[in-house]
């Protein structure tokens, strides 16, 4: 995560750049300078999500009540003393960082398998430096924060972009999180959410203007020194020779620096004293052994950029472009960015950058042809010829035709087959989708996009060809309200990272799997492309993490036919019509993707909020038949017991031992509630949040200590601690979900009562392990 080396260097051989200071202080004398105007700290969540998670238990599938209460602590402990916070999550996972993603992802999968080989040996939960944070943590944290009246938004692009452009923007007081990167881009300052003490909101600020003074640069020298040392985007071992070569030759070598150390200051040294001489004269690729790599390189440097900004690393001509050969990208902004007006434009600067007017806004827009930045034109990588090419699939003619497409998801094919929609959405002319430059000077695009990533939206061909739905999708996403609907609309392209799931357990399959029949209904319903059964649109790129997948490539998954009584009704039906009688039709749609639409009065009768609850374990139970009836009796006596525990309950609680199985089990309900997001979102919410937040219905331990009484065969009323009020409630309970395995020839049995057929898996719905 951000800059190779970076953090231990300042740490250990840098001390000066880390400064401690008090931000209850820093804001007194922000508002002092700002009268009116609230200290605001803006908040990189993903980097924050290991500090926040508190609670003690963490492989049971989450302590999702105390985790809630620390997060409230924390969002107190800010506001009480006047500081403004804006958290801001990832929202996709862009291209360039692909391989980054993956390698981290397959990283974390031995790590796991490690996990579950210590749980079975020991049969207790490792200790904090095997910590793994809880499946949905990320996703949860967002309606958590949002459940606390915070602002929260989801981002467009890498989050840490956004997050240093609104810093910059709205003259934050600074940006909380843990990412080296921070100390590269040239915004307000940065505070380690590692070295905060809450109580007292101490922390360190690491100091960019005194790393630069230790290393002999200029602030805008930081970006070659990133992407020279390796990042998310240029490979560490990219120019590791060059490095080398650095080393060699440097005459300052400090004994008392580690080799990281040495070859920090050697690179410095070597930008310093040598390409500073060519800076505005020569190009880079003249100056350094840039090779094959010189657009990857150029993309590395610019992705520092933020609006408004220019690199003086970049040869410019008089038109303010760098031409690499026939490859052109702009100077003033991040040729990864997806946008196509700088998020702030400077009035002051008067920079010359290659303009394109738009005759609707009367802005000029920069343009960016280089197939790296991924601006115009999508790139396909064929493995033959190790070219780039821009192409898109003719399902009629089976050739490969050019095309200019979606520049965030470069995909290999074109995600749409419609002629109508295989063409290039007009940039800057849809009067829909013509946002202000500027989120100062429009309080409504402020609210609906912090850091105005707004015309990114314009120049993609999607998945889907109705601007107006794309746009509600995407304003949800932004506001954080949504999961994965966006991303599967615009770029076709998802993923989730790794679940706590036993490899050797073939018992159970791989949460993936279980759910894919779920998502590919979705699928269905966003896209709209299933008739007579058959899929009329391309298939959803998925980046799903399971074992046994080497995630070298996607498995592309195509949408399923759904049945919705009364027909599948239009997204625009479901998002914005306000009608009452919309409400049962949103409702239908959403039990149609769990292929629940016969046990829908079963369902309306479940009171809050067990409703999202039931449904889940319904659909569970009808696709894994090793599910038992001692696994029923725990799920559901956990969440009954759960409304009437208090957070310091459920902290001095206890389980005997840790189970594999049972740590698997959680993971895997927490993933259902997470596809309850998505599905909710998708059918335009026909239950309220709050039914499937983990925090209402779900308790790791809990879970583990009613998983492990089932098991030893505890009665129903021992399960439900002896409370009589709870007997009738879980009786009602089970017996919803048993008629409606019944209906889908599932018989929830004892596992006393287990014959041979229970050694495997049923078959699953659509020959989801297939990879298509």
């Not at 080799?259 to 040598?274: E, F, M, P, Q, R």
């Not at 657009?295 to 472009?321: C, E, M, N």
């Not at 696994?631 to 309950?649: E, M, N, R, V």
């Not at 809990?702 to 409370?723: C, D, I, P, R, T």
Request: hydrophobic share 35%; proline share 6%.
């Amino acid at each position: 995560m951000g800059v190779r080396g970076l953090q231990g260097f300042v740490g250990s051989s840098c001390p000066h750049v880390c400064t401690v200071v008090n931000l209850k202080d820093l804001a007194a004398h922000h508002r002092s300078r700002h009268p009116g105007c609230a200290p605001t700290v803006v908040v990189d969540a993903m980097c924050c999500l290991r500090y926040w998670y508190t609670p003690e238990s963490w492989v049971c599938g989450g302590q999702w009540r105390e985790y809630f209460s620390a997060l409230r602590d924390f969002v107190k402990t800010f506001t009480t003393v006047g500081i403004r916070l804006v958290f801001f999550f990832d929202g996709t996972v862009e291209q360039g960082k692909r391989d980054e993603w993956v390698r981290r992802r397959l990283k974390n999968s031995k790590e796991i398998s490690r996990i579950f080989h210590h749980i079975k040996s020991h049969r207790q939960q490792p200790g904090r430096n095997m910590f793994f944070i809880p499946s949905g943590l990320a996703l949860f944290t967002r309606f958590a924060l949002k459940a606390l009246g915070q602002e929260t938004f989801c981002s467009l692009r890498e989050a840490d972009y956004e997050v240093a452009s609104y810093g910059l923007q709205q003259n934050c007081l600074g940006i909380l999180g843990e990412d080296t990167d921070y100390l590269i881009y040239d915004t307000c300052p940065y505070f380690s959410i590692s070295e905060l003490c809450l109580e007292s909101l101490d922390t360190v600020m690491l100091c960019r203007e005194k790393l630069c003074e230790s290393l002999g640069l200029h602030l805008a020298d930081l970006p070659l020194l990133a992407c020279l040392l390796g990042n998310d985007i240029v490979p560490e071992g990219m120019f590791e020779s060059f490095r080398y070569k650095c080393l060699s030759s440097y005459t300052s070598i400090k004994e008392n620096f580690d080799k990281k150390g040495n070859v920090i200051l050697a690179v410095s040294d070597h930008i310093s004293k040598v390409l500073h001489l060519h800076q505005g004269e020569k190009k880079l690729e003249d100056i350094l052994p840039l090779g094959p790599n010189k657009a990857l390189f150029y993309k590395g440097v610019a992705s520092y950029l933020l609006p408004g900004q220019k690199s003086p690393w970049f040869f410019q001509k008089p038109k303010g472009i760098i031409t690499l050969d026939k490859q052109v990208i702009t100077v003033s902004s991040d040729p990864e960015s997806q946008q196509d007006v700088p998020t702030c434009t400077d009035p002051e600067s008067q920079q010359d950058v290659s303009m394109c007017t738009d005759p609707e806004s009367r802005q000029e827009v920069p343009m960016c042809t280089d197939p790296e930045c991924r601006q115009e034109v999508l790139m396909c990588t064929d493995p033959q010829s190790k070219q780039e090419v821009p192409m898109c699939t003719n399902p009629e003619s089976k050739q490969e035709e050019p095309l200019y497409a979606d520049p965030v998801s470069k995909q290999e094919v074109s995600m749409c087959t419609c002629p109508e929609i295989q063409q290039k959405l007009p940039i800057a002319t849809d009067s829909e989708f013509n946002l202000e430059a500027s989120t100062c000077t429009h309080p409504k695009m402020e609210q609906e996009d912090p850091v105005n990533m707004g015309p990114e939206i314009k120049q993609q061909v999607t998945m889907v060809s109705d601007t107006e739905i794309l746009k509600v999708a995407r304003t949800h996403h932004v506001q954080a309200e949504s999961y994965l609907v966006y991303s599967i609309m615009s770029s076709g392209e998802i993923e989730c990272s790794n679940t706590l799931e036993d490899e050797l357990d073939q018992a159970l399959p791989s949460q993936a799997f279980i759910y894919r029949p779920v998502r590919q209904r979705v699928y269905s319903l966003l896209l709209g492309g299933c008739k007579d059964g058959v899929s009329s649109c391309p298939a959803v790129k998925e980046w799903f993490v399971y074992p046994g997948n080497p995630l070298k490539h996607p498995d592309l998954v195509r949408p399923l036919q759904m049945t919705v009584p009364g027909g599948t009704p239009s997204l625009k039906m479901l998002w914005l019509n306000q009608e009452p009688e919309v409400q049962a039709r949103r409702l239908d749609t959403l039990l149609a993707c769990f292929n629940l639409s016969s046990s829908r009065e079963e369902l309306q009768a479940v009171e809050s909020p067990f409703a999202a609850l039931c449904c889940l374990l319904i659909y569970l139970f009808v696709q894994v038949d090793t599910l038992c009836l001692e696994d029923l009796h725990a799920f559901i006596a956990q969440a009954l017991c759960l409304q009437g525990k208090s957070t310091a309950q459920l902290i001095n609680l206890q389980p005997d031992y840790v189970n594999s199985r049972a740590v698997q089990l959680g993971s895997l309900l927490v993933r259902g509630l997470t596809t309850l997001v998505l599905v909710n979102s998708a059918c335009g919410c026909p239950w309220k949040t709050s039914e499937f937040m983990p925090w209402n219905v779900f308790d790791g331990k809990l879970f583990h200590q009613k998983y492990l009484q089932a098991e030893k065969g505890y009665s129903v009323e021992a399960l439900l601690e002896q409370n009589r009020s709870r007997l009738t409630k879980f009786h009602n309970l089970k017996a919803v979900v048993c008629k409606a395995c019944v209906k889908e020839n599932r018989r929830i049995v004892a596992r006393v009562h287990w014959g041979t057929h229970h050694a495997g898996n049923r078959q699953y719905e659509h020959d989801q392990w297939r990879r298509y």
